[in-house]
């Protein structure tokens, strides 16, 4: 059980962000702690005036408190199982939740429901969580409980894959492992599109659940066309373009183990692999595969792991973005399109926008903006917390 919540009073002029319910108190803001308090421990915000503002965890660090409650409440199981209920409620009214296409998708995510440091993805009755926060790390025996009675025997598994996300100044250690049930089937559907997901082994929770709906829009795009997925992991975009009756299509990762999935995931859906093929992948870096292959392809897919998480290291990203869109720019055929991606949460979208235009520049090509794009709606931004937009994307037309 989590202790009684400890008193917490901020700087006069402080609580204006907590007022406009942004979730994050910063170490400044702090005046007092009225009690011994630990990481990970209920705490009880109030302004200078003794007002009550917000209830939320405590961490070692610059943000010293997330918080999940703007309401004097009890916090309990039922508060907690009531966060997860109002998630699933509204992923089910999304069109998510039973459908026949799709049994893939984010059930929580942080302060976009309301939870700052718990993630859950669904897969086909797995449910696998990640905790940032010593706070949601403490709650996982209730987080369990609760799944289980929200989903009932739909869930048939929990698998926790906090080992790398737990705040890296904790002493607490979080293994990867099976929380409840054993999971034996590691299939799942998006769209129609079946894939075989690695939840132990593999990126993030095993699976890129929020390209989701940026595939469907490639699938719309790839009849007749040649295509190149760069970074595919699990080939997601690479099966959508192969579907929906692209010409070739090429999956390119610098990891063998992914390519080895990738190739699982082509042949399950019915595209084998072969070298010299319609379908065909290669485990080699990015930057060399683009090299000399001008004219080739009619759409590059671009989405590329986080250059960046944090700060110190933003202009190296955005360089980083630079110089990848580049030479994709400078290979697209004329007329071609490029689907290109930052998840890097550092990296704001006027950022690598311009990151992208500067790309264009350098490559010495008109270029024009078709869409714009973000993370789906089962990733969604708390308007009161923008940082949680952290999925930019572009598609544009390279003449």
Same mark, same amino acid.
């Given at each position: 059980?989590?202790?009684?919540?400890?008193?917490?009073?901020?700087?006069?002029?402080?609580?204006?962000?907590? #007022? #406009?319910?942004?979730?994050?108190?910063?170490?400044?803001?702090?005046?007092?702690?009225?009690?011994?308090?630990?990481?990970?421990?209920?705490?009880?915000?109030?302004?200078?005036?003794?007002?009550?503002?917000?209830?939320?965890?405590?961490?070692?660090?610059?943000?010293?408190?997330?918080?999940?409650?703007?309401?004097?409440?009890?916090?309990?199981?039922?508060?907690?199982?009531?966060?997860?209920?109002?998630?699933?409620?509204?992923?089910?009214?999304?069109?998510?939740?039973?459908?026949?296409?799709?049994?893939?998708?984010?059930?929580? !995510?942080?302060?976009?429901?309301?939870?700052?440091?718990?993630?859950?993805? !669904?897969?086909?009755?797995?449910?696998?969580?990640?905790?940032?926060?010593?706070?949601?790390?403490?709650?996982?025996?209730?987080i369990i409980d609760a799944l289980k009675e929200i989903y009932g025997d739909q869930l048939k598994a929990?698998?926790?894959?906090?080992?790398?996300?737990?705040?890296?100044?904790?002493?607490?250690?979080?293994?990867?492992?099976?929380?409840?049930?054993?999971?034996?089937?590691?299939?799942?559907?998006?769209?129609?599109?079946?894939?075989?997901?690695?939840?132990?082994?593999?990126?993030?929770?095993?699976?890129?659940?929020?390209?989701?709906?940026?595939?469907?829009?490639?699938?719309?795009?790839? #009849?007749? #066309?040649?295509?190149?997925?760069?970074?595919?992991?699990?080939?997601?975009?690479?099966?959508?373009?192969?579907?929906?009756?692209?010409?070739?299509?090429?999956?390119?990762?610098?990891?063998?183990?992914?390519?080895?999935?990738?190739?699982?995931?082509?042949?399950?859906?019915? !595209?084998?692999?072969?070298?010299?093929?319609?379908?065909?992948?290669?485990?080699?870096?990015?930057?060399?595969?683009?090299?000399?292959?001008?004219?080739?392809?009619?759409?590059?897919?671009?989405?590329?792991?986080?250059?960046?998480?944090?700060?110190?290291?933003?202009?190296?990203?955005?360089?980083?973005?630079?110089?990848?869109?580049?030479?994709?720019i400078k290979q697209t055929k004329p007329g071609g399109l490029i689907f290109t991606f930052s998840c890097?949460?550092?990296?704001?979208?006027?950022?690598?926008?311009?990151?992208?235009?500067?790309?264009?520049?350098?490559?010495?090509?008109?270029?024009?903006?078709?869409?714009?794009?973000?993370?789906?709606?089962?990733?969604?931004?708390?308007?009161?917390?923008?940082?949680?937009?952290?999925?930019?994307?572009?598609?544009?037309?390279?003449?």
């Amino acid at each position: 059980m989590q202790k009684v919540a400890v008193k917490v009073s901020l700087k006069p002029g402080k609580e204006a962000s907590l #007022r #406009r319910y942004h979730p994050w108190v910063f170490s400044g803001a702090i005046d007092k702690i009225h009690d011994k308090v630990e990481e990970g421990d209920l705490v009880e915000v109030y302004d200078s005036k003794d007002n009550y503002l917000g209830t939320g965890h405590c961490q070692i660090g610059t943000i010293s408190i997330r918080i999940f409650a703007f309401k004097n409440e009890t916090i309990n199981y039922d508060f907690w199982k009531g966060k997860l209920q109002q998630a699933y409620n509204y992923r089910k009214d999304i069109g998510l939740i039973d459908s026949p296409a799709t049994n893939v998708y984010r059930l929580l !995510y942080a302060e976009g429901d309301g939870l700052p440091g718990l993630i859950i993805d !669904y897969y086909n009755g797995t449910a696998v969580l990640q905790t940032h926060s010593i706070g949601m790390h403490l709650l996982k025996s209730c987080i369990i409980d609760a799944l289980k009675e929200i989903y009932g025997d739909q869930l048939k598994a929990v698998y926790d894959k906090s080992e790398e996300t737990m705040p890296k100044q904790s002493d607490v250690k979080a293994p990867n492992g099976y929380l409840f049930g054993n999971s034996a089937s590691t299939e799942v559907m998006e769209n129609g599109h079946k894939f075989l997901v690695d939840w132990e082994g593999g990126q993030k929770t095993g699976f890129f659940v929020d390209q989701r709906e940026s595939r469907e829009l490639l699938a719309g795009y790839s #009849r007749g #066309r040649s295509v190149l997925n760069t970074f595919c992991y699990t080939g997601g975009f690479s099966i959508y373009a192969a579907k929906a009756g692209a010409s070739v299509v090429h999956s390119v990762d610098s990891s063998k183990k992914a390519i080895e999935l990738t190739n699982r995931n082509m042949e399950l859906n019915g !595209y084998p692999i072969a070298v010299g093929g319609k379908y065909e992948s290669f485990a080699v870096d990015t930057f060399d595969f683009l090299k000399g292959k001008q004219n080739t392809y009619d759409i590059i897919v671009l989405d590329p792991p986080a250059f960046a998480k944090h700060q110190n290291v933003k202009h190296n990203a955005i360089m980083g973005y630079k110089r990848l869109n580049s030479e994709a720019i400078k290979q697209t055929k004329p007329g071609g399109l490029i689907f290109t991606f930052s998840c890097s949460q550092v990296v704001d979208r006027y950022s690598f926008n311009s990151a992208v235009m500067a790309a264009a520049i350098d490559a010495g090509r008109n270029v024009r903006i078709v869409h714009q794009l973000s993370q789906p709606k089962d990733h969604p931004v708390n308007i009161f917390h923008p940082e949680g937009e952290y999925l930019k994307g572009l598609v544009i037309y390279v003449e």
